[in-house]
């Protein structure tokens, strides 16, 4: 808990929070008494035209979520959503961050990332979306629940292929534990250990692998070039053409003018 947001949390009128039992032990750790209210995906739409009621009475909201951040595969996209369009400014309090915190911590190398949330259930739902991952050039960020994480591996392994993956658990908590395997081993590994299906999950997936370039046909090139241009000419310019070294390509240029 950052300073600033402890002092929000004191200085508010309402606390809209994802689970009330959740953020009072929260609130009663550190002595806030501020009315506390319940709004979660079940009611969000509700509770939204409450918030902005209380803010058209001059009241403050603070929304808050069980552990991550609002709006985040989290509620409260509505409600930002509703209070903006109602003209009241929104204020992010930043605080920790499982999907940064997973990142800062995978050792993955990548021009970018493409963040997921949590994939579909299952269905055509759940099978578009990983095709759709396994086109993507980016890295990958899932958030993934206990009771289906080791499903969500092997689907990811057989959508994405031969990757590594980092699996982050209970980032920030107390038993904490982040780990790389290859996607293929992934679901032995967690099944290999109760513990270790145990707490919320980031699971962070490496880039797919930069196919080479088929590039021209060394053949081919050549046969064309000796048309035109004599052996050692040919030989040089197919070489830059083609990627291949200058050598080969004087050996099958002789091979190809009959020169060999």
Same mark, same amino acid.
């Given at each position: 808990?950052?300073? +600033?947001?402890?002092?929000?949390?004191?200085?508010?009128?309402?606390?809209?929070?994802?689970?009330? +039992?959740?953020?009072?032990?929260?609130?009663?750790?550190?002595?806030?008494?501020?009315?506390?209210?319940?709004?979660?995906?079940?009611?969000?739409?509700?509770?939204?035209?409450?918030?902005?009621?209380?803010?058209?009475?001059?009241?403050?909201?603070?929304?808050?979520?069980?552990?991550?951040?609002? =709006?985040?595969?989290?509620?409260?996209?509505?409600?930002?959503?509703?209070?903006?369009?109602?003209?009241?400014?929104? &204020?992010?309090?930043?605080?920790?961050?499982?999907?940064?915190?997973?990142?800062?911590?995978?050792?993955?190398?990548?021009?970018?990332?493409? &963040?997921? *949330? &949590?994939?579909?259930?299952?269905?055509?739902? +759940?099978?578009?979306?990983?095709?759709?991952?396994?086109?993507?050039?980016?890295?990958?960020?899932?958030?993934?629940?206990?009771?289906?994480?080791?499903?969500?591996? *092997?689907?990811?392994?057989?959508?994405?292929?031969?990757?590594?993956?980092?699996?982050?658990?209970?980032?920030?908590?107390?038993?904490?534990?982040?780990?790389?395997?290859?996607?293929?081993? =992934?679901?032995?590994?967690?099944?290999?250990?109760?513990? +270790?299906?145990?707490?919320? &999950?980031?699971?962070?997936?490496?880039?797919?692998?930069?196919?080479?370039?088929?590039?021209?046909?060394?053949? =081919?090139?050549?046969?064309?070039?000796?048309?035109?241009?004599?052996?050692?000419?040919?030989?040089?310019?197919?070489?830059?053409?083609?990627?291949?070294?200058?050598?080969?390509?004087?050996?099958?240029?002789?091979?190809?003018?009959?020169?060999?």
């Amino acid at each position: 808990m950052t300073r +600033r947001a402890l002092e929000t949390l004191h200085g508010v009128d309402v606390i809209a929070a994802e689970d009330t +039992r959740v953020t009072r032990g929260l609130l009663s750790h550190y002595g806030i008494g501020t009315r506390l209210v319940a709004l979660h995906e079940h009611n969000e739409r509700r509770a939204a035209e409450q918030v902005v009621g209380w803010l058209g009475e001059g009241k403050r909201v603070a929304l808050v979520s069980d552990a991550g951040t609002p =709006a985040v595969s989290d509620p409260g996209a509505l409600v930002v959503d509703r209070v903006r369009a109602a003209g009241f400014p929104v &204020f992010p309090i930043p605080g920790a961050s499982a999907l940064t915190a997973a990142l800062s911590a995978s050792g993955i190398e990548a021009d970018g990332v493409l &963040f997921a *949330g &949590f994939l579909p259930a299952k269905g055509k739902e +759940r099978r578009e979306k990983l095709a759709a991952l396994a086109a993507s050039p980016w890295a990958l960020v899932l958030y993934e629940s206990p009771h289906r994480i080791e499903q969500t591996l *092997g689907d990811l392994h057989e959508s994405l292929g031969d990757r590594d993956v980092v699996v982050a658990r209970e980032l920030t908590k107390r038993f904490e534990t982040i780990t790389r395997v290859p996607l293929a081993e =992934a679901v032995a590994w967690i099944g290999a250990n109760p513990d +270790r299906v145990r707490g919320e &999950f980031v699971l962070v997936i490496e880039p797919r692998p930069v196919e080479a370039a088929a590039g021209p046909d060394p053949r =081919a090139v050549l046969e064309l070039l000796l048309a035109e241009v004599h052996v050692k000419g040919a030989a040089a310019i197919a070489a830059k053409l083609c990627g291949r070294p200058k050598k080969e390509m004087y050996e099958l240029a002789l091979e190809i003018s009959g020169k060999k």
